[in-house]
């Protein structure tokens, strides 16, 4: 089973900015997805961005061009920038993965391991 810890989220004004970090132990497994899925209050669950051993990357539309997804394999970590952050952001944020696979081509995996959310608020 893949353990993964975030951490990062907080509460900021629209246009701020914010990084989320995952320590996430699927670093072992020479395939893996990685990504970050955001809840919003009263929504289903939301690909945000993902990235796999290959380096294939994703992002939601809605994030396009600002929010980069990036991983640091020297420490096994995976983030999440946020940058000209919108109250429409505002959401539980969750790092995930999928193992013994790559990401697809376009849109997200259905991922099976789980980190415990962190929030993140935008205000207006």
């Known amino acids: 089973q893949v353990q993964l810890v975030a951490s990062g989220g907080g509460s900021v004004q629209a246009g701020g900015s914010l990084r989320l970090s995952c320590a996430v132990s699927a670093y072992r497994y020479s395939r893996n997805c990685m990504g970050w899925v955001r809840q919003a209050p009263g929504k289903g669950r939301e690909g945000v961005a993902s990235i796999d051993s290959q380096g294939i990357i994703n992002y939601a539309d809605s994030v396009k061009g600002r929010f980069t997804i990036s991983k640091d394999n020297a420490v096994n970590i995976l983030y999440l920038q946020m940058n000209s952050l919108k109250p429409e952001d505002t959401a539980l944020y969750y790092c995930?993965?999928?193992?013994?696979?790559?990401?697809?081509?376009?849109?997200?995996?259905?991922?099976?391991?789980w980190g415990l959310g962190t929030q993140v608020t935008v205000s207006s």
């Open positions: 995930a993965a999928k193992v013994h696979t790559s990401c697809p081509n376009y849109g997200f995996p259905v991922f099976e391991d």
